[in-house]
T-cell receptor, first 117, second 112 residues
Framework: AQSVTQLGSHVSVSEGALVLLRCNYS??????LFWYVQYPNQGLQLLLK??????LVKGINGFEAEFKKSETSFHLTKPSAHMSDAAEYFC???????????????FGTGTQLKVEL | DAGVIQSPRHEVTEMGQEVTLRCKPI?????LFWYRQTMMRGLELLIY????????DSGMPEDRFSAKMPNASFSTLKIQPSEPRDSAVYFC??????????FGPGTRLTVT
């Protein structure tokens, strides 16, 4: 079975500082990987995803993530944090393909990002 | 497009009552997913449909929970009877084929 581990349930950074949110996955084969963001009282919004091809993936709002197969990691980064980045971030995995497990997202427990002045 | 629409946004009910949550997916999307979010268990997939047909309901916690999708533009998640441990935020999401899932704003359910 697949699983996702997000290290650090709370991360605090200063405005303008580097954002690094960690995600490690467990899967018998490289899965599809996703990062979602959830703002207060809202649903989840896709930031970026990795399915195939280039391992460095760029998403919305200046975020990017790199798939590292050898480390089974998919960490999310942003060079310079902005106050508007304060939210909860979820890493998720699914099996490859469009049938069966490929339709099911398994989410990590989330990381709450706080951005301070 | 208006996005995924869920109603109600907030529901407070007493233990033992029936609760019905509603979802309208994005037009043209052929997959619909129901999730539950709690502090203890995080985000859990309850059930998903493809072309209105339930494909996998292995995440439905027990027989008190049921979900239907009578047509491509409407789905319901029903809890009968409700219990305090059902208190959570319930999300609906839809997807077109292999593309990403789009989430609704959620329904915050409180069972007293």
């Amino acid at each position: 079975a697949q699983s996702v581990t997000q290290l650090g349930s709370h991360v605090s950074v200063s405005e303008g500082a580097l954002v690094l949110l960690r995600c490690n996955y467990s899967s018998s084969v490289p899965p599809y990987l996703f990062w979602y963001v959830q703002y207060p009282n809202q649903g989840l919004q896709l930031l970026l995803k990795y399915t195939t091809g280039a391992t460095l993936v760029k998403g919305i709002n200046g975020f990017e993530a790199e798939f590292k197969k050898s480390e089974t990691s998919f960490h999310l980064t942003k060079p310079s944090a902005h106050m508007s980045d304060a939210a909860e971030y979820f890493c998720a995995v699914s099996e490859r393909g469009l049938t069966g497990g490929g339709n099911k997202l398994t989410f990590g427990t989330g990381t709450q990002l706080k951005v301070e002045l | 497009d208006a996005g995924v629409i869920q109603s109600p946004r907030h529901e407070v009910t007493e233990m033992g009552q029936e609760v019905t949550l509603r979802c309208k997916p994005i037009s043209g999307h052929d997959y619909l997913f129901w999730y539950r979010q709690t502090m203890m268990r995080g985000l859990e997939l309850l059930i998903y449909f493809n072309n209105n047909v339930p494909i996998d309901d292995s995440g439905m916690p027990e027989d008190r929970f049921s979900a239907k999708m009578p047509n491509a533009s409407f789905s319901t998640l029903k809890i009968q009877p409700s219990e305090p441990r059902d208190s959570a935020v319930y999300f609906c999401a839809s997807r077109y084929r292999g593309r990403e899932q789009y989430f609704g704003p959620g329904t915050r359910l409180t069972v007293t």
